[in-house]
């Protein structure tokens, strides 16, 4: 049996641990990126679009670290009115969305008093809180 592998003093063989470090390094960067595109693709912008304020409710609408601390131990699928307990009326109401199929999603931000590049996103399907997510600037 043959062996294809070059002899050690052969002109190529100093040439195969590079090329094999520099794959395992573009494997890595595949693996570790998930498929994400390096170049923004046209959807970024219709994300972006569907983030920006459709009505401003109380421009000075702030969330506190306490109110905050509240908010995180409200269960998901508890009413809305438990959640206007703790955060009152929010800054401002993103423009409505499906996040699951044939439901339709209410989204209201809450600018966040210690920190004000952050926005707390809160989702209502209907009368239910479904969950929140942060948004930094």
Do not use: H
């Not at 569907?50 to 905050?68: G, K, N, P, V, Y």
């Amino acid at each position: 049996m043959l062996s294809t592998r070059p002899p050690l003093d052969s002109p190529t063989a100093p040439l195969i641990k590079p090329l094999m470090a520099g794959g395992a390094l573009l494997l890595a960067v595949v693996v570790l990126g998930q498929g994400q595109s390096l170049i923004p693709s046209r959807s970024t912008s219709t994300a972006a679009s569907t983030e920006t304020c459709e009505a401003i409710i109380r421009s000075d609408a702030r969330l506190s670290r306490d109110q905050l601390a509240k908010l995180l131990t409200i269960p998901e699928r508890d009413t809305k009115e438990n959640v206007r307990k703790v955060v009152s009326e929010p800054y401002c109401r993103l423009a409505s969305m499906e996040v699951r199929a044939g439901v339709k999603s209410e989204r209201e931000i809450y600018p966040l008093a210690f920190d004000p590049t952050t926005q707390l996103i809160l989702l209502y399907e209907g009368d239910e809180y479904a969950g929140y997510r942060f948004k930094v600037n």
